[in-house]
């Protein structure tokens, strides 16, 4: 079985198909060029992340694929519903980088509430010949815990960032369109556990609570937030989304950036990825990264594994 990881994989998963006598191949092939190196390879499984896109034409154009696996949650880089159709097995990995994007969630609150994604541009420029005048500047930060954490979208991720949350001595509330009450399971260093369960509320009570307010909801053809979402939002607010481009409108949010309505906020991802807008780009207000959630030694360590499990699975049942 050959099997072309095109937007790579961790060494565990690498290990874990060669031991049983599959080639992984690691090479990464340019979107124009997948077809081709496909056919001639002859490739049993293609493995993504978010940059590959596996849509119907090359499904159709590639026969010898018998797997497309996703390295994380989300796959609106896949034409699921046709290549499942055509008899292929598609496969994901939704719960291996969750902890790791809810620790990225707590990086940017953090980061934003002491003023850190500002304070590090500016002390390198103003550092030296400035220091009272910054120290001034962010002499005001804020603390997380007995704030309100609201989360919207409470799936796994959701759930992970309830949990660091809770842990911090935060109130958690959240929304899901599918879920009423959620027990979740704190786990500790020494074994000790504590369940809490969380009664989660509407959308509007959720965001009219929310001093922290975090996004975990899968691509969506209209806004989650935008304008009207922002109106409902405390004064002062801090907002993240680590979900998906598209699910925040960037123009309402930088708006309400501009207006003081927010006190800031966090982008992992963009409406224009790998481009983002420049207005996000250079914003003051604005915590940035690159779409890095699930980017964590350990994820991709867990996203390999599992990957590799359920194909060798796979491949025993056919």
Do not use: W
Request: aromatic letters at 6%; proline letters at 3%; one cysteine or more.
């Amino acid at each position: 079985m050959k099997i072309l990881a095109n937007d790579g994989v961790s060494q565990s998963g690498i290990d874990a198909l060669e031991a049983i006598g599959y080639e992984v191949i690691t090479t990464n092939v340019p979107q124009d060029e997948l077809e081709k190196y496909i056919n001639e390879n002859s490739i049993d499984v293609i493995l993504v992340r978010s940059a590959t896109q596996v849509r119907a034409e090359l499904i159709d154009a590639c026969p010898s694929i018998k797997i497309i696996g996703r390295g994380g949650v989300g796959m609106d880089n896949i034409d699921v519903e046709y290549a499942r159709e055509k008899g292929l097995h598609v496969i994901n990995t939704p719960a291996a980088s969750s902890h790791s994007v809810a620790e990225l969630v707590f990086a940017h609150f953090f980061g934003m509430a002491r003023f850190l994604h500002d304070s590090n541009r500016n002390m390198p420029l103003e550092g030296e010949n400035n220091f009272k005048g910054l120290k001034k500047n962010y002499a005001k930060g804020t603390e997380l815990q007995g704030k309100t954490l609201g989360i919207i979208g409470f799936g796994r991720i959701g759930q992970e960032t309830a949990k660091i949350g809770l842990g911090l001595g935060m109130k958690v509330v959240a929304f899901d369109l599918f879920v009423e009450e959620q027990t979740l399971c704190l786990d500790f260093f020494d074994g000790q556990k504590v369940d809490f369960t969380i009664k989660l509320i509407s959308k509007e009570e959720v965001l009219k609570q929310a001093d922290f307010l975090s996004l975990h909801v899968p691509a969506q053809k209209e806004y989650i937030i935008s304008d009207k979402e922002i109106e409902m939002m405390k004064d002062g607010a801090f907002m993240v989304n680590a979900a998906r481009g598209g699910v925040v409108n960037e123009v309402a949010l930088v708006k309400a950036l501009e207006e003081n309505k927010l006190s800031a906020a966090a982008l992992d991802v963009y409406e224009k990825e790998p481009k983002p807008e420049v207005q996000l780009l250079m914003n003051p207000y604005l915590s940035l990264t690159p779409h890095i959630g699930g980017a964590t030694v350990e994820a991709q360590s867990r996203i390999g594994t599992e990957l590799a499990s359920q194909i060798i699975t796979i491949f025993k049942e056919m």
